[in-house]
């Protein structure tokens, strides 16, 4: 029997077992017969954490009133002294973190200094271990009880936990170390940032595939849309990221508070790639901004043909309000090619006139057709666009002399 008794009251802390003990010291089954081995004591202040709720530099464990060192064993039977040390100031601690010194770090926590002292910007030790991506000190802080939640203040990069730093600069060890430490995988930075939207912003899939093993959810109710993984994933363009999160169930058409979509980020930032993945797991290709602004209107603006030609083909419609028409944009910034290739598009059903023009127009051979078009359109609307047509029909004029 192995006893660990209070050094200041005398009570019994923990009554350690011989079958107990052989766990501990790691002795295989089948072996009982043989005479038990030594615990080092570093490995006995670890056990005893769960008994009393202090990491081992907390503790002193005593033999007949001498200290024992981490490194010495010990064999039952055997009753030791347990001492809880108080915590001292920790700044010289923040510094040796900052300087990844391991062993300064160990000699400063043996003291024992405080592990969640915090700087001017509300920093911990452990936001600096795991900025400078130094995971043996990362261990060493958890091991002494560091708070992975802990959140800094805005002004230390935004107001964040060691978590947010670890999923920013892709650490993917010490991000297992503080999901093994019961570290959040849903909480919230200062500005509101999550660390899957962090992750996917990033582009760091396997980042990514172990937040979403450790149960990171994908939608929050009442955060920012604009921070949503998937839309930021899009926004970056990246296929593997995208394509997980939307295995993982991720709400293709979730739209932020000004209507934007991951499908509309991505046709914005020229994705052609992203834009495919995303109609293929059923994006609303025609799912429009509060403004009014489509997918395929920003690809004709844009002068993105090859997304334009993925929207078509997904059904898309060319047929929209004035302000936000892709025939109008792709007119008005010159765009020729998308000019014929909406043309031949044209849904004679919703619109009998501009139907009959397009075989015309499309071949281009007449450019005045394309005024026509224009001036067609424009009286679906009572309000005066001539300056809007004068300028698309000369942009295009314009193009035709290039071409011509």
Same mark, same amino acid.
């Given at each position: 029997?192995?006893?660990?008794?209070?050094?200041?009251?005398?009570?019994? $802390?923990?009554?350690?077992?011989?079958?107990?003990?052989?766990?501990?010291?790691?002795?295989?089954?089948?072996? #009982?017969?043989?005479?038990?081995?030594?615990?080092?004591?570093?490995?006995?202040?670890?056990?005893? &954490?769960?008994?009393?709720?202090?990491?081992?530099?907390?503790?002193?464990?005593?033999? &007949?009133?001498?200290?024992?060192?981490?490194?010495?064993?010990?064999?039952?039977? $055997?009753?030791?002294?347990?001492?809880?040390?108080?915590?001292?100031?920790?700044? #010289?601690?923040?510094?040796?973190?900052?300087?990844?010194?391991?062993?300064?770090?160990?000699?400063?926590?043996?003291?024992?200094?405080?592990?969640?002292?915090?700087?001017?910007?509300?920093?911990?030790?452990?936001?600096?271990?795991? #900025?400078?991506?130094?995971?043996?000190?990362?261990?060493?802080?958890?091991?002494?009880?560091?708070?992975?939640?802990?959140?800094?203040?805005?002004?230390?990069?935004?107001?964040?936990?060691?978590?947010?730093?670890?999923?920013?600069?892709?650490?993917?060890?010490?991000?297992?170390? !503080?999901?093994?430490?019961?570290?959040?995988?849903? &909480?919230?930075?200062?500005?509101?940032?999550?660390? !899957?939207?962090?992750?996917?912003?990033?582009?760091?899939?396997?980042?990514?595939?172990?937040?979403?093993?450790?149960?990171?959810?994908?939608?929050?109710?009442?955060?920012?849309?604009?921070?949503?993984?998937?839309?930021?994933?899009?926004?970056?363009?990246? !296929?593997?990221?995208?394509?997980? %999160?939307?295995?993982?169930?991720?709400?293709?058409?979730?739209?932020?508070?000004?209507?934007?979509?991951?499908?509309?980020?991505?046709?914005?930032?020229?994705?052609? #790639?992203?834009?495919?993945?995303?109609?293929?797991?059923?994006?609303?290709?025609?799912?429009?901004?509060?403004?009014?602004?489509?997918?395929?209107?920003?690809?004709?603006?844009?002068?993105?043909?090859?997304?334009?030609? !993925? %929207?078509?083909?997904?059904?898309?419609?060319?047929?929209?309000?004035?302000?936000?028409?892709?025939?109008?944009?792709?007119?008005?910034?010159?765009? %020729?090619?998308?000019?014929?290739?909406?043309?031949?598009?044209?849904?004679?059903?919703?619109?009998?006139?501009?139907?009959?023009?397009?075989?015309?127009?499309?071949?281009?051979?007449?450019? &005045?057709?394309?005024?026509?078009?224009?001036?067609?359109?424009?009286?679906?609307?009572?309000?005066?666009?001539?300056?809007?047509?004068?300028?698309?029909?000369?942009?295009?004029?314009?193009?035709?002399?290039?071409?011509?």
């Amino acid at each position: 029997m192995l006893r660990i008794q209070s050094a200041f009251s005398g009570a019994d $802390v923990a009554c350690i077992a011989a079958e107990e003990f052989r766990d501990l010291v790691g002795v295989d089954t089948g072996t #009982e017969s043989l005479p038990l081995k030594g615990c080092r004591i570093r490995r006995l202040k670890q056990h005893l &954490q769960r008994h009393v709720g202090k990491g081992r530099f907390q503790q002193q464990l005593l033999l &007949q009133g001498e200290i024992l060192k981490d490194d010495e064993e010990v064999q039952p039977p $055997v009753t030791l002294q347990l001492a809880l040390l108080p915590l001292s100031e920790g700044k #010289e601690l923040l510094e040796a973190a900052r300087r990844e010194d391991i062993e300064l770090l160990e000699t400063l926590l043996l003291q024992p200094q405080d592990p969640n002292a915090v700087g001017d910007a509300g920093e911990t030790a452990l936001h600096w271990v795991v #900025e400078r991506g130094a995971a043996k000190c990362c261990g060493l802080l958890i091991e002494a009880g560091s708070l992975v939640d802990q959140l800094s203040l805005p002004r230390f990069f935004g107001g964040v936990a060691p978590l947010h730093m670890a999923c920013q600069r892709g650490h993917l060890e010490i991000l297992r170390m !503080l999901l093994a430490a019961r570290a959040d995988p849903d &909480q919230a930075s200062c500005d509101g940032g999550r660390p !899957l939207s962090i992750a996917s912003s990033r582009g760091h899939l396997e980042v990514v595939r172990l937040l979403l093993d450790a149960g990171a959810k994908l939608e929050h109710s009442g955060s920012h849309s604009s921070g949503h993984p998937l839309l930021l994933a899009a926004q970056r363009g990246n !296929l593997e990221v995208l394509r997980m %999160l939307i295995a993982a169930g991720a709400d293709v058409n979730r739209a932020t508070n000004l209507g934007y979509t991951p499908l509309l980020v991505a046709t914005q930032r020229g994705h052609c #790639e992203a834009v495919r993945v995303l109609i293929e797991a059923a994006a609303d290709v025609n799912r429009r901004t509060l403004a009014g602004s489509s997918p395929l209107y920003q690809a004709c603006r844009d002068g993105t043909r090859h997304i334009a030609q !993925l %929207l078509l083909t997904a059904k898309a419609s060319i047929h929209n309000t004035w302000d936000t028409s892709p025939f109008i944009a792709a007119c008005v910034e010159g765009h %020729l090619d998308l000019v014929k290739l909406l043309l031949r598009h044209c849904d004679q059903g919703h619109d009998g006139q501009l139907g009959a023009l397009a075989p015309a127009v499309a071949t281009l051979e007449d450019p &005045q057709l394309v005024e026509q078009v224009l001036r067609m359109m424009r009286k679906r609307r009572e309000a005066d666009d001539e300056e809007l047509v004068t300028r698309a029909t000369t942009r295009l004029k314009c193009s035709f002399r290039r071409t011509g």
